[in-house]
């Protein structure tokens, strides 16, 4: 199936096109993000769109960029992915990835958006235990740092740390290790999906709207990675 994968630019994304890759029957022909228009930078994460444009770069794949307005009143979003989604089944799309774990009304939700589209929804990493799924990305190349968190949940320190066995280990009690509650977000900068790295840099740490933010920036150490896909 000729598939999209809604891209956060984090690391359940990234580990679910990895997963996606090893399918059989599914090709992934593209990613899909929502940037804020007012900051131009990805929506919740804060993640700068010249960092989502040198992932998909180094993923090897097209980049939707479907700007939102903020802030973003419900109907407003829906009707842009709405028109989205047609334009898409219309271009022959089959499939829309997700990175979701295990909230069921998130889920219910694509699905039920989705519905009568032509386009099926897949979560690939759907229903794996998140501690497990957290020491796989670890295990497995994935590299990954705290682009925003929730200062309820998390200590604002952790803000930029690396996702890596050291932070797992660190977490307090309650907090799901892939952080599927809304915990923390992050921006994966290395791993078996890409192919090199995208050097970053932690940045100023902010709090807006109850959050706290680190802003990732390129960095000089290492090329950002080129390529001549297209971003829509």
Same mark, same amino acid.
């Given at each position: 199936? /000729? =598939? ?13 096109? *990895?997963?996606?890759?090893? /399918? ?9 993000? =929502? ?9 919740? *994460? ?5 960092? $989502?444009?040198?992932?998909? #770069? ?5 980049? *939707? ?40 009304? $998130? ?7 989705? +519905?009568?589209?032509?386009? #099926?929804?897949? %979560?690939?990493?759907?229903? $794996?235990? =998140? @501690? =497990? ?28 740390? /690396?996702?890596?066995? #050291? ?11 892939? #952080?599927?509650? @809304?915990?923390? *977000?992050?921006?994966? +900068?290395?791993?078996?999906? %890409? ?6 840099? +932690? ?24 390529? @001549?896909?297209?971003?829509?």
């Amino acid at each position: 199936m /000729r =598939t999209l994968l809604s891209w956060s630019s984090g690391k359940d994304s990234a580990w679910a096109l *990895h997963s996606l890759r090893q /399918r059989g029957d599914v090709e992934v022909v593209g990613l899909v993000t =929502t940037i804020n228009s007012a900051f131009d930078r990805v929506a919740m *994460h804060g993640v700068r769109r010249s960092l $989502i444009e040198a992932q998909a #770069a180094a993923a090897g794949l097209p980049l *939707h960029v479907l700007e939102i307005p903020y802030p973003c009143p419900n109907a407003q979003y829906e009707r842009i992915m709405g028109d989205f989604v047609a334009q898409q089944a219309a271009a022959g799309i089959e499939a829309m990835a997700f990175g979701d774990l295990f909230l069921e009304d $998130i889920r219910r939700y694509r699905e039920e958006k989705l +519905a009568g589209s032509g386009i #099926a929804p897949i %979560f690939p990493l759907w229903g $794996i235990e =998140t @501690g =497990t799924l957290a020491r796989a990305m670890v295990d497995g190349g994935l590299e990954a740092y705290i682009a925003c968190l929730d200062p309820r949940k998390l200590p604002e320190k952790l803000a930029g740390r /690396r996702f890596d066995a #050291a932070l797992l280990a660190e977490l307090p009690d309650g907090v799901d290790p892939c #952080a599927e509650n @809304g915990e923390f *977000h992050t921006f994966a +900068a290395a791993g078996p999906m %890409f192919r090199a790295p995208i050097a970053v840099e +932690a940045g100023e740490v902010v709090t807006r709207d109850g959050f706290v933010f680190c802003d990732l920036v390129p960095s000089s150490s290492l090329p950002m990675p080129t390529s @001549g896909m297209g971003v829509g």
